[in-house]
């Protein structure tokens, strides 16, 4: 009950996860819920222990994870709900790369196009902040 954001996120969730190996499916489809709850259905981004749970599902379920998404995974942490400008433009470039493979981004269609669009990348990224509490 987190909203529509989070309805398109779960219908997402099951659409890319319809081709996998149902108990691999279920696995994502529970670390999405630990997710939401985690973070109060997003509105505190993701969590230093979500991202600790992304990270060992993958593993899991891949066998590793590469470097660039175990570093998108830190900033995200890293940032929380406020998300810097570095942290936008990787996690918008991860977005493109989702979209390109043919995963379902779950997004509402406004702001897909807008963070599928390069041109919408911040131009100069700033130095990442600690967040202020």
Do not use: H, I
Not at 21 to 27: H, M, N, Q, S, V
Not at 42 to 60: I, K, S, W, Y
């Amino acid at each position: 009950a987190f909203g529509k954001q989070w309805e398109r996120t779960r219908g997402a969730t099951a659409r890319n996860a319809a081709g996998l190996d149902p108990g691999l499916a279920a696995g994502l489809q529970a670390l999405g819920e630990s997710l939401a709850a985690d973070s109060n259905g997003g509105e505190l981004g993701l969590t230093p222990g979500g991202a600790d749970r992304v990270l060992g599902f993958l593993d899991c379920a891949q066998g590793g994870t590469t470097p660039e998404m175990r570093r998108l995974l830190q900033m995200l942490a890293a940032d929380g709900g406020n998300l810097t400008d570095p942290t936008m433009k990787e996690l918008k470039g991860a977005a493109r790369a989702a979209d390109a493979n043919g995963l379902d981004l779950g997004m509402d269609p406004k702001l897909q196009r807008w963070m599928l669009d390069p041109g919408t990348d911040p131009a100069s990224p700033q130095p990442a902040y600690p967040a202020m509490n």
